[in-house]
């Protein structure tokens, strides 16, 4: 009798409404625009951006060394260094100068003479690394830097035994001491004006400031050979056709020289 009961109640029990319910409840989904959109940036090819060197260390010891040497003479001789840079535009200021003392012998010279050396050896050196780009024999840059130097003070040693050696063949001791005199002055004035100048150019990597410190050297170079001629009429013995062409050959001519010797083996 329990038997058939529970078969009868297997047989009549009630149907599972779950899956019923459910197909109810989960109807056809539908999407609806997302607020979220693509981005409107464009794809470029990807380049790889060149860095920026920094300057060796030897560059900032010439820098260091440069102010250096400017802060010892405008400290202790602050006096000479403004008659120095008075003396261009006026005579009377020369001869102040001149009775103040032999500016030959004197330790300013020394210090401002190393700092135009240093400071034009590193125009010169810039130049060729911005604007030329010509390898020294596949030197390291230190040593196209020390050959620069190199050069630069042997073509100064070279002129004034060339003058001196003049002097003596013509008779003009007294003039060509005022000539040198006034070569050693803008020499000291232009190495004091590229030291400034020349930070902004290592460190701004600027040819607009390089071409600003040759024009500026340019400009003071004939400044200069236009006062040297000024200096060559007092002598009255001379013409001013022979002064002339002394002029151009101590000042064009060794540079004319040494840039085709460059072109050549460059």
């Given at each position: 009798m329990g038997l058939l009961f529970?078969?009868?109640?297997?047989?009549?029990?009630?149907p599972d409404t779950t899956t019923l319910l459910e197909s109810s409840l989960l109807t056809t989904p539908t999407f609806s625009p997302s607020p979220f959109t693509n981005h409107a940036l464009q794809t470029v090819q990807f380049r790889n951006r060149e860095s920026h060197q920094l300057?060796?260390?030897w560059i900032l010891g010439i820098l260091v060394s440069g102010f250096?040497?400017?802060a010892w003479a405008q400290v202790f001789y602050h006096r000479r260094v403004r008659q120095v840079f008075q003396a261009p535009f006026s005579k009377r200021f020369i001869n102040q100068l001149i009775r103040d003392g032999n500016l030959f012998k004197e330790r300013v010279s020394v210090a401002l003479g190393t700092l135009y050396l240093l400071t034009f050896s590193l125009l010169l050196y810039q130049v060729n690394e911005m604007i030329l780009h010509t390898a020294f024999f596949h030197l390291p840059p230190w040593g196209i830097y020390s050959l620069i130097l190199l050069g630069v003070t042997c073509y100064w040693l070279g002129k004034i035994i060339t003058i001196q050696f003049l002097s003596v063949v013509f008779n003009t001791m007294t003039t060509t001491r005022a000539y040198l005199l006034n070569t050693?002055?803008?020499c000291l004035i232009i190495g004091?004006?590229?030291l400034p100048l020349?930070?902004?150019?290592l460190y701004l990597k600027s040819i607009l400031i390089l071409w600003i410190c040759l024009i500026c050297f340019t400009l003071i170079?004939?400044?200069?050979v236009m006062r040297g001629f000024f200096i060559g009429i007092s002598l009255t013995k001379f013409s001013y056709l022979f002064l002339f062409v002394y002029l151009c050959s101590l000042e064009f001519l060794p540079l004319l020289v040494l840039?085709?010797?460059f072109l050549i083996y460059m």
């Open positions: 529970r078969k009868v109640n297997f047989n009549h029990q009630s300057q060796p260390d250096i040497l400017l050693l002055i803008f004091i004006l590229l020349l930070v902004l150019v170079f004939i400044f200069r840039v085709k010797i």
